[in-house]
T-cell receptor
Framework: QKEVEQNSGPLSVPEGAIASLNCTYS??????FFWYRQYSGKSPELIMF????GDKEDGRFTAQLNKASQYVSLLIRDSQPSDSATYLC?????????????FGAGTRLFVKA | EAQVTQNPRYLITVTGKKLTVTCSQN?????MSWYRQDPGLGLRQIYY???????DKGDVPEGYKVSRKEKRNFPLILESPSPNQTSLYFC??????????????FGSGTRLTVV
């Protein structure tokens, strides 16, 4: 089992719709969770981080964390063609020397105009 | 402008020829890390550094070396590159590595091809 799993997609949604991206992780003690956006040929860019169970909203983006079920999701409201990118979920597992972040392989999102 | 600067952006080299990819950040971040990104495998951590002179292996350290002599710089060294090290490499830095992770700032990436 991969430590961080995402559906590779592509996920296709029409412009204006809500895009829902999901991620599951294997280490129950993980404490910090992140979503990054990566445009083709570019570097990842941090969108949101979340530490506590529940929802965290920032503009059109909402991150949702459920530690009991070991999943974290990202909702993008009013999706725009400019949101078309690969979205990377990242998790900080506990108990590792130093500080490690494990990334999922990413979900490709395509927003149709 | 707060940023992580990697050089070069593109590099084609031959097997066995030592190379260094430089990384520098201007945000006074303590934590720096190198990742490689391969299709279907996502970002995999090569090495990381908690502070000056403190480095540790990530998940795929074989064939790589790093050093952290100054806080702002974290070069990645390939002593004898091989074709399986052909990849897209990212340097990243972060604030507060020992308490909360507030997320990474990534460099622009280095696309390395080893022939």
């Amino acid at each position: 089992q991969k430590e961080v799993e995402q559906n590779s997609g592509p996920l296709s949604v029409p412009e204006g719709a809500i895009a829902s991206l999901n991620c599951t992780y294997s280490d129950r003690g993980s404490q910090s969770f992140f979503w990054y956006r990566q445009y083709s040929g570019k570097s990842p860019e941090l969108i949101m981080f979340i530490y506590s169970n529940g929802d965290k909203e920032d503009g059109r983006f909402t991150a949702q964390l459920n530690k009991a079920s070991q999943y974290v999701s990202l909702l993008i409201r009013d999706s725009q063609p400019s949101d078309s990118a690969t979205y990377l979920c990242a998790v900080n597992p506990p108990g590792r020397r130093g500080f490690k972040t494990i990334f999922g392989a990413g979900t490709r999102l395509f927003v149709k105009a | 402008e707060a940023q992580v600067t990697q050089n070069p952006r593109y590099l084609i080299t031959v097997t066995g020829k030592k190379l260094t990819v430089t990384c520098s950040q201007n945000m006074n971040h303590e934590y720096m890390s190198w990742y490689r990104q391969d299709p279907g495998l996502g970002l995999r951590q090569i090495y990381y550094s908690m502070n000056v002179e403190v480095t540790d292996k990530g998940d795929v350290p074989e064939g790589y070396k790093v050093s952290r002599k100054e806080k702002r710089n974290f070069p990645l060294i390939l002593e004898s590159p091989s074709p399986n090290q052909t990849s897209l490499y990212f340097c990243a830095s972060s604030l507060s590595p020992s308490t909360r992770n507030y997320g990474y700032t990534f460099g622009s990436g280095t696309r390395l091809t080893v022939v």
